[in-house]
């Protein structure tokens, strides 16, 4: 389908959106022309960085708190955007994520509850919530940012690794369920990005990408841009990997 | 809320209509399965009716419902 303008008639939501990839991608979406509702958890500081970063680039964005696993979080932080900006959310990047790193044998049930409600439940809700609007809007773009991790087995990191895995299954079978409405739904399978996250993260993993070296928030951002764009309104149910070929 | 049985009609076949069937084939005895209204359709329709109504419906709901007449009587009567 073809729209007669792009951005539609919306405005663009990022979890965790402070710092990191979520920070690349919030300003990735506001430089296309979408106003971004750019939530936080605790880094209000920071989110409030990316806004005014925003805003001085001419871009419209707004703060909003919540912790993603709250499970009133959905309702309270779309309506909290789409009052700020008198739009509805048309495009969704669920990029919030923890990572709990531990071997199996010891990995306790609070690392492992932590990450799968973060990484895989809270972008089922915020996903949910979408649809409502985008179905009816018969238009709308949901990115989730999955992870390399996957797709390809990282010691140490199982429960996220179950989470993304989860989370790129999630992705293509909601994919398939909307696709006749105009909603498009893919991931991004970021491999080694250069973020607070993989900071110390088992660096093993950084020998074995083939570009032999790690990538960047922007790099994956600009990914993300094009899933939400118009020209990518044939695309869903697609995991794009942004790994300098580690999955390859 | 008060609605008439003739509102939640007119909405409800507009809705459908938004689905892809003509309006005027979405008759009262018209089957779901007729009018190639399928499980996403009425996902749809419970959203809608959800947001304008404060109805309620659950998968299990939308399961006996096999007619345009069935949505629309139990709407109307849970509106009611």
Known sequence: MSEASWPPAGCALVTGGSRGIGAAIAKQLAADGWAVGVNYRSERAAAEAVVAEIEAAGGQAFAIAADVTDPAAPATTFQAVEQHFGLPVLALVNNAGISRDNLSPSLTDDEWDAVIDTNLTAAFRFTRQALKTMMRARTGRIVNIASVVGLRANAGQSNYGAAKAGLIQFTRTAAIEVARRGVTINAVAPGWIETDMTADVNKDLLDAVPARRAGTPAEVAACVGFLVSQQASYVTGAVLAVDGGLGA | ?80
Not at chain 2, 3 to 23: C, I, Y
Not at chain 2, 50 to 77: A, F, N, Q, R
């Open chain 2, 1 to 80: 809320m008060s609605v008439t049985k003739e509102q939640v009609q007119e909405r409800v076949v507009e809705a459908l209509a938004s689905f892809g069937p003509d309006a005027d084939t979405i008759t009262s005895s018209a089957t779901f399965e007729e009018l190639d209204i399928d499980s996403l359709d009425l996902v749809e329709l419970a959203q809608i009716v959800e947001d304008e109504y404060g109805v309620v419906l659950k998968g299990e709901d939308m399961k006996e419902l096999k007619t345009v007449g069935d949505v629309v009587e139990l709407i109307s009567t849970r509106a009611a």
